[in-house]
């Protein structure tokens, strides 16, 4: 009974509040009905919507500019004279140097702002766009690529902070899953252009590239039109004089001898969150290609559809995320997607495979609607650039051999497929996949339930890192007390809506 007992608070979210004898009292936050998404769409004003749509839009073309290159994994592996395993390396590449870029624009952001570092971060990421479609060398382009990386890694915690500090909390579950489905939206405009325009342009596989460049580009010009994030600069406010720098050096110590625990969790969680989603998606087209005799163009409806259920399942994982919990949502979502991979993978006709590859894709992103929200809630609230960027891209330098492992275990194996009425061997990636995949879905499903949740905990009430406010603000990652005169005047501003004078934190 005991052992059930701790069981059950381990799944509970608990609000403490102190009373006017500075008693302590926690009781179980109750999980709230579900109500209308129209009700919580609602709750937002033009500013919550520029804010987010901005790093909507980042997140979308940063997924978009990284896809250009598993897009054109053939057409690629045909210009250098190289294998496709050989071209896969630029994705692993890719991956292992996001972590870099998390590290250096997170802590640009939790500094000197979101606006200014996104700006710089975008034109970084146009300007490589173009590098990449004139390497006219097998070395050029890996390495063109691996500086993509870098400036890649720096957009999701720049996005993710802006986007969700301005949100109400009761709309977070919900934008933090169409959030989070910005990178699906950018691989299905890649591919929709991949099928579109690719073929019928002289430049054959650099318009992705170019396209991207000029899309990135004016995303970056468009955040120009707006201001910095309210709650960043009121935040800003409350810093004492000093040295800016070494002040939030020391939070930054701080944080990391008290929570290094919740970053060890936070990193393998997102291993395994990468490994899932680049295990299903990067090699998609190849599969599909290779592994199944399609043509590029029925490869690429495949990818457009699937992307089609990855949106949808995104943005429902993430509205029920905020009602029956961010882990439980999460064990869901894997479990459901084990289930579909027969479907994904066994068929030989398009459409059966198609309805796989939805119900598949959707399952891997109603989990990954989840972690923009998840990962904000559990950082140090002064640490929200930073630690869900550093922690996402950590595990993406994990993750990042996942394309190539993939590659190389599927052409290692080969199976007989029918193309064009003709028996022919082909890399067997169908199997490599589905164990794949099976593996990561129960490696997320049981991190996700061993770890900690902080639904609804008020994280753009904090003071910004530096602040000098002291260990219990920023190391214990609670969130600073406000009067009710404090939270009028932050909601006015555009922050959080219906706050309470609490500090939600999960029992450890």
């Given at each position: ?153 720096g957009i999701w915690g720049l996005a993710a902070s802006m ?158 995320s905020q009602f029956w919990g961010r882990r439980l949502t ?179």
């Amino acid at each position: 009974m005991a052992t059930w007992q701790r069981v059950k608070d381990h799944f509970e979210t608990f609000e403490i509040t102190i009373d006017s004898n500075g008693h302590t009292h926690k009781r179980p936050i109750p999980r709230p009905k579900v109500p209308n998404p129209w009700h919580v769409i609602r709750l937002l004003n033009w500013k919550h919507w520029v804010y987010f749509l901005v790093g909507f839009a980042a997140w979308t073309m940063d997924g978009y500019d990284f896809h250009t290159v598993s897009l054109s994994v053939s057409r690629l592996a045909e210009f250098y004279g190289k294998p496709r395993a050989d071209i896969s390396q630029s994705i692993t590449f890719t991956l292992l140097f996001r972590s870099v870029g998390a590290a250096v624009f997170g802590i640009a952001g939790d500094m000197y702002g979101r606006k200014w570092p996104l700006f710089v971060n975008l034109m970084i990421i146009a300007v490589l766009q173009v590098g990449t479609a004139y390497a006219d060398s097998f070395k050029v382009f890996l390495a063109v690529r691996s500086l993509f990386g870098i400036a890649m890694g720096g957009i999701w915690g720049l996005a993710a902070s802006m986007s969700l500090e301005n949100m109400p909390v009761e709309a977070r579950g919900l934008f933090s899953g169409i959030l989070q489905q910005g990178y699906a939206l950018g691989y299905l405009l890649g591919a929709v252009f991949n099928l579109t325009v690719v073929p019928h342009s002289p430049h054959s596989f650099r318009a992705l590239f170019y396209i991207g460049a000029a899309l990135t580009a004016l995303v970056a010009c468009t955040r120009l039109f707006f201001p910095e994030s309210q709650q960043f600069l009121e935040a800003q406010r409350n810093r004492e004089n000093g040295s800016h720098a070494a002040a939030f050096m020391k939070d930054a110590k701080k944080v990391l001898r008290m929570h290094w625990r919740r970053c060890l969790y936070a990193v393998v969680l997102m291993s395994g969150f990468n490994f899932m989603s680049h295990t299903s998606q990067d090699m998609y087209p190849t599969y599909m290609q290779q592994g199944k005799g399609f043509s590029p163009s029925k490869a690429t409806l495949a990818t457009l559809i699937a992307k089609v259920g990855a949106l949808i399942g995104g943005t429902i994982g993430g509205y029920y995320s905020q009602f029956w919990g961010r882990r439980l949502t999460i064990m869901v979502s894997c479990v459901l997607g084990i289930c579909f991979i027969p479907l994904w993978v066994l068929p030989t006709g398009l459409a059966p495979l198609i309805m796989g590859s939805f119900f598949v894709e959707g399952f891997v992103q109603a989990a990954w609607g989840v972690v923009p929200v998840h990962l904000a809630e559990l950082s140090p609230p002064a640490f929200r650039a930073a630690f869900p960027g550093i922690t996402y891209q950590l595990g993406n330098m994990i993750s990042s051999p996942a394309a190539q492992i993939l590659t190389t275990v599927a052409e290692s194996l080969k199976k007989q497929v029918t193309v064009n009425g003709v028996r022919v061997e082909r890399p067997d990636y169908g199997t490599t996949q589905a164990i794949m995949m099976a593996i990561i879905f129960t490696w997320v499903g049981v991190w996700a339930a061993i770890g900690k949740e902080e639904r609804g905990a008020h994280f753009e009430l904090a003071a910004a890192a530096g602040s000098g406010s002291g260990e219990g603000e920023v190391g214990k990652g609670v969130v600073e007390m406000h009067t009710p005169t404090e939270v009028m005047d932050l909601e006015k501003k555009g922050g959080a809506e219906h706050v309470e004078d609490v500090a939600v934190e999960q029992r450890r």
